[in-house]
T-cell receptor
């Protein structure tokens, strides 16, 4: 299996610009998670989907962040407008209900907002 | 918010030695998992222990769970340079949300 695929791997953007991060989960997985990792706050769960439906978005920091999952094989996390404090590594992860809640991470999207 | 907290924050050992790290958590859990993150990479699942289990082994990994103390330990035996990474514990309550600790950074010296 190809694993969870994220793009872009690295992005440098200017403050105020829109950022779109993309994720392709492992085929057959019914849960998809977006995490953010920073030195200060560690790994934070932003939002997760079950069968393409957002279940819990309580971790989304503010209205500038939005996430969609239009189908079982694709999800986006959008930041508009971006701010320097959004600089972080954003991970997408997926899992299968009967995998014992083990989740499989992508390699991350490293975002720098200048 | 982080449910699990790892201890120590950092650990440096000689190749061949054992590495032990601990995780404490606050609320009741269904299971506890350990993940490894190599520098610049995503997290990789290592092992899962259920709340009704006390010990589990996988290769050179040994995990213990003490639900009365709300703590777990991860032991890596006969460490290798390739074990250099950050290790995270993750817990879930009754939903599908995993909460990760801050991690223990392990450096294995050749």
């Amino acid at each position: 299996d190809a694993g969870v695929i994220q793009s872009p791997r690295h992005e440098v953007t200017e403050m105020g610009q829109e950022v779109t991060l993309r994720c392709k989960p492992i085929s057959g997985h019914d849960y998809l998670f977006w995490y953010r990792q920073t030195m200060m706050r560690g790994l934070e769960l932003l939002i997760y989907f079950n069968n393409n439906v957002p279940i819990d978005d309580s971790g989304m920091p503010e209205d500038r962040f939005s996430a969609k999952m239009p189908n079982a094989s694709f999800s986006t996390l959008k930041i508009q407008p971006s701010e320097p404090r959004d600089s972080a590594v954003y991970f997408c992860a997926s899992s299968y209900l009967y995998s014992g809640n083990t989740i499989y991470f992508g390699e991350g999207s490293w975002l720098t907002v200048v | 918010s982080q449910q699990g907290e790892e201890d120590p924050q950092a650990l440096s050992i000689q190749e061949g030695e054992n590495a032990t790290m601990n995780c404490s958590y606050k609320t009741s859990i269904n299971n506890l998992q350990w993940y490894r993150q190599n520098s610049g990479r995503g997290l990789v699942h290592l092992i899962l222990i259920r709340s009704n289990e006390r010990e589990k082994h996988s290769g050179r990994l040994r995990v213990t769970l003490d639900t009365s103390k709300k703590s777990s330990s991860l032991l890596i035996t006969a460490s290798r340079a390739a074990d250099t990474a950050s290790y995270f514990c993750a817990t879930d309550a009754n939903d599908y949300k995993l909460s990760f600790g801050a991690g223990t950074t392990v450096t294995v010296r050749a």
